[in-house]
């Protein structure tokens, strides 16, 4: 098997960008890699019920409990995320998905990009955070 038959994650802070500890600047992907898409998760159980009404920090631990389940159904892992894309309801202070996103994050090997929106409404009152997810696996 050749080089390009493997695949290969790459994630980069150039010279010249801030280099955070809370995202990634770039991610290339070469090779053989399989792209991983989960819709916007909302805090919603498998009965279709919202968890945590009113609480953002609750609905952001729900979204990524949701993720988590999204990611283990294909094959993935938190460590396979190279993009978060985050909305959160306008009115809504970004601290508490902060928080919960960092503890999120002192589980992953690498931090994704990420980006970090305040919408004008999320499909229901009641959703103060969705979250898209892309994750990459490499295939061996």
Do not use: C
């Not at 070469?30 to 009965?47: E, P, W, Y």
């Not at 460590?79 to 994050?105: C, F, I, N």
């Amino acid at each position: 098997m050749s080089d390009t038959e493997h695949g290969a994650v790459q994630r980069i802070n150039p010279d010249g960008l801030y280099e955070s500890p809370d995202f990634t600047q770039v991610v290339v992907a070469s090779g053989a890699v399989t792209t991983i898409r989960v819709a916007g998760q909302v805090a919603i159980n498998t009965a279709g019920q919202i968890v945590g009404k009113g609480d953002l920090g609750g609905q952001a631990e729900k979204v990524f409990d949701n993720i988590e389940s999204a990611l283990r159904a294909a094959g993935a892992s938190l460590d396979h995320v190279v993009h978060w894309t985050v909305y959160v309801a306008a009115g809504q202070s970004l601290g508490p998905v902060v928080e919960v996103y960092r503890k999120v994050l002192s589980r992953m090997a690498h931090p994704p990009i990420v980006n970090l929106l305040h919408v004008a409404a999320l499909a229901s009152p009641d959703y103060l955070v969705e979250i898209e997810t892309v994750a990459l696996l490499p295939e061996a």
